[in-house]
T-cell receptor, first 109, second 117 residues
Framework: KNEVEQSPQNLTAQEGEFITINCSYS?????LHWLQQHPGGGIVSLFM???GKKKHGRLIATINIQEKHSSLHITASHPRDSAVYIC???????????FGQGTRLTINP | GAVVSQHPSWVICKSGTSVKIECRSL??????MFWYRQFPKQSLMLMAT?????????EQGVEKDKFLINHASLTLSTLTVTSAHPEDSSFYIC?????????????FGPGTRLLVL
């Protein structure tokens, strides 16, 4: 069992829909990353958070440390949001990231 | 935001040859760089952690003699795949972290696709 579980694995939606991607982890963290990987492979770090909520444009990330759960929300989704979204936890006491399996998001026009 | 570059972006080589991939932090000093490998439809797997001026720390199952990592300066780390074989064909990604504390953001390079024939 992966230490970081994402759901859903695949998500297809229509342009404009509100998107939620979930991430659960099994052990304590110092912080959690949300990453976006485009079809060409490049990875962009969207958020790093250790508590509460962060917002950037149409993207919102929340984390509940007690429940070991984080969500990534996309409002007013657009086809250019189509990508693989990956959550990764930072191992406490170390520098390493442990990745979820990713959620492949497709937004149709 | 901070920029990390990788070179080359694509490489095709014959089996048995060695391939060097460079990872550079362009506008910050990276005390730590990470090397990942990603096979199709799979998530990233950490191969090794590289700290400037010291030996890299390899993850279990990664052969340090096959994947040579050098982090000679605060802005450059290299990964050399020695005697490459077709099973080494993969997408190799580096990331760099500024600062020495926990929790700083990692900035990812654009990746290098390696195809070994």
């Amino acid at each position: 069992k992966n230490e970081v579980e994402q759901s859903p694995q695949n998500l297809t939606a229509q342009e404009g829909e509100f998107i939620t991607i979930n991430c659960s982890y099994s052990v304590g963290i110092s912080a959690l990353h949300w990453l976006q990987q485009h079809p060409g492979g490049g990875i962009v770090s969207l958020f790093m958070l250790s508590s509460g909520k962060k917002k950037h444009g149409r993207l919102i990330a929340t984390i509940n440390i007690q429940e070991k759960h984080s969500s990534l929300h996309i409002t007013a989704s657009h086809p250019r949001d189509s990508a693989v979204y990956i959550c990764a936890r930072i191992i406490q006491g170390a520098q390493k990231l442990v990745f979820g399996q990713g959620t492949r998001l497709t937004i149709n026009p | 935001g901070a920029v990390v570059s990788q070179h080359p972006s694509w490489v095709i080589c014959k089996s048995g040859t060695s391939v060097k991939i460079e990872c550079r932090s362009l506008d910050f000093q990276a005390t730590t760089m990470f090397w990942y490998r990603q096979f199709p439809k799979q998530s990233l797997m950490l191969m090794a952690t590289s700290n400037e001026g010291s030996k890299a720390t390899y993850e279990q199952g990664v052969e340090k003699d096959k994947f040579l990592i050098n982090h000679a300066s605060l802005t450059l780390s290299t990964l050399t795949v020695t005697s490459a074989h077709p099973e080494d064909s993969s997408f190799y990604i580096c990331s760099a972290r500024e600062g020495g504390g926990q929790g700083e953001t990692q900035y990812f390079g654009p990746g290098t696709r390696l195809l070994v024939l």
